[in-house]
């Protein structure tokens, strides 16, 4: 967006991109969450669920303007380690290292005990807690497989996927660990993909 300043001069005015906003499809008109801001071989973008954006070139948008588009997602394969896609930001958006709870201080590539709280914030559910269930849990949506993810026992809805999932550290800081995929309805339980798989499969390291 483009504003015009007391000089007279135009100038462009960009909008702040925080994990846990809510975007849409430009193709389907489905909404998800934003997982997390990241960059990739020094090119900013976003995280987002790869169900959701599951081929290159897919436009998403934030507040009814387009913040770019998908040039990578795990949905280009039947299997994968994480349900994710980088959305390459246009230069009216400024791609933070915060989600809507505080500032990210990076990503935990460890798993985690069994049982450790951790967070999510979903566009629809908003702020939810719960805790790790089980590891190494696999599911198939729309014929591609998703290996190597996680359950955990927060609330969760439809248009809560790509919700960024975290913990707290000191002083307000938090860590990601993931971001939501959806539920496994075998065991009721919400599933997430690791944040070490994401960004093995993207090529993203988290930005902070």
Do not use: C, W
């Not at 951790?118 to 629809?124: A, E, F, P």
């Amino acid at each position: 967006m483009n504003i015009q300043n007391s000089k007279g001069q135009i100038v462009e005015q960009t909008t702040d991109l925080k994990g846990g906003y809510a975007i849409k499809s430009l193709d389907n008109n489905l909404p998800s969450t934003l997982s997390f801001g990241a960059t990739k071989n020094g090119i900013d973008g976003v995280v987002i669920a790869g169900h959701a954006g599951d081929f290159t070139g897919e436009e998403f948008s934030y507040g009814g303007n387009t913040i770019g588009e998908v040039t990578i997602t795990t949905y280009s394969s039947s299997s994968t380690t994480a349900d994710a896609a980088f959305v390459e930001t246009n230069s009216s958006f400024n791609v933070t290292d915060d989600i809507v709870s505080g500032d990210i201080i990076g990503g935990i590539t460890i798993d985690l005990p069994v049982g450790t709280m951790i967070l999510m914030y979903g566009q629809v559910s908003g702020f939810q807690s719960g805790k790790i269930i089980s590891y190494n849990f696999a599911s198939t949506v729309d014929g591609v497989t998703v290996t190597d993810t996680v359950l955990a026992d927060y609330t969760h809805v439809g248009g809560d996927s790509g919700g960024p999932i975290y913990i707290r550290e000191l002083n307000n800081l938090y860590s990601i660990i993931g971001n939501h995929r959806g539920d496994s309805l075998s065991t009721g339980h919400a599933i997430y993909s690791k944040y070490e798989n994401i960004a093995s499969e993207l090529g993203i390291t988290v930005k902070h």
